[in-house]
């Protein structure tokens, strides 16, 4: 499979946690997505299930994103051949179109590190580390297929409903880790996501909930 690989949730675990010292906490069923897991703590009700906020990050720095593509990875040799295709092609573009709107109007979106950029990496992810093979796609450019607001495929259905949410955001030009997340729980009361119409708005709301708290707080910084 090629093409463009993701999931709308992805960059909602980013918007939240809180300073402090990290707490230590034992994650299990590792993907190795994220580097060091180590730094993670539980996160409060209502927060995505693992966190880490840097408090020595300096947020007033920060004007402009480095926005990586959206990779997704699965245990096995050709693990995501089930879910169609297409659907993860238009899945991933209505998420990333979202976003880069939704940031292009607080940042600058840039293609190179430099002072002042923020990078942000993320993932979905159905992997074990210790698995000898993973099925790893990572998104590029490609033709977005027709819209659509209909029910999604049973397959898409079932790996968003298993997929954990992973993500990170480092100085672009330090590798300074400023946050990280990984999230596997479904909110209780959430509302099902089982339309294409139901994924479009997930979208909108969560990519426009997290550029309001980066700016709220890159933009609190530069006040003090």
Do not use: K
């Not at 947020?59 to 994103?65: E, G, K, L, Q, T």
């Not at 238009?90 to 979106?109: D, T, Y």
């Not at 480092?170 to 990984?182: C, I, K, N, Q």
């Amino acid at each position: 499979m090629n093409g463009h690989r993701a999931l709308g949730i992805l960059l909602l675990l980013l918007a939240y946690g809180c300073g402090g010292r990290p707490q230590v906490h034992p994650v299990q069923e590792t993907s190795g997505f994220l580097d060091d897991y180590s730094f993670l703590r539980e996160g409060a009700p209502g927060d995505v299930a693992l966190v880490y906020r840097n408090p020595n990050a300096d947020w007033s720095r920060y004007d402009a994103v480095l926005l990586e593509p959206v990779t997704l990875w699965r245990s096995g040799r050709n693990s995501l051949d089930p879910v169609p295709e297409d659907d993860l092609l238009r899945l991933v573009s209505a998420f990333q179109n979202a976003l880069r709107q939704q940031l292009g109007a607080g940042f600058r979106l840039v293609d190179q590190p430099g002072p002042g950029v923020m990078r942000i990496r993320l993932a979905i992810t159905d992997a074990r580390a210790s698995d000898p093979i993973l099925d790893v796609l990572r998104a590029r450019g490609t033709r977005l297929p027709p819209p659509s607001s209909g029910p999604i495929d049973p397959e898409l259905h079932r790996f968003i409903e298993a997929a954990a949410i992973e993500g990170e955001i480092r100085d672009a030009e330090t590798g300074e880790l400023l946050a990280a997340g990984v999230d596997r729980r479904r909110r209780e009361g959430a509302p099902p996501i089982d339309t294409w119409a139901a994924i479009q708005g997930a979208l909108d709301a969560w990519t426009e909930r997290l550029c309001a708290r980066l700016e709220r707080r890159t933009q609190r910084a530069r006040q003090r």
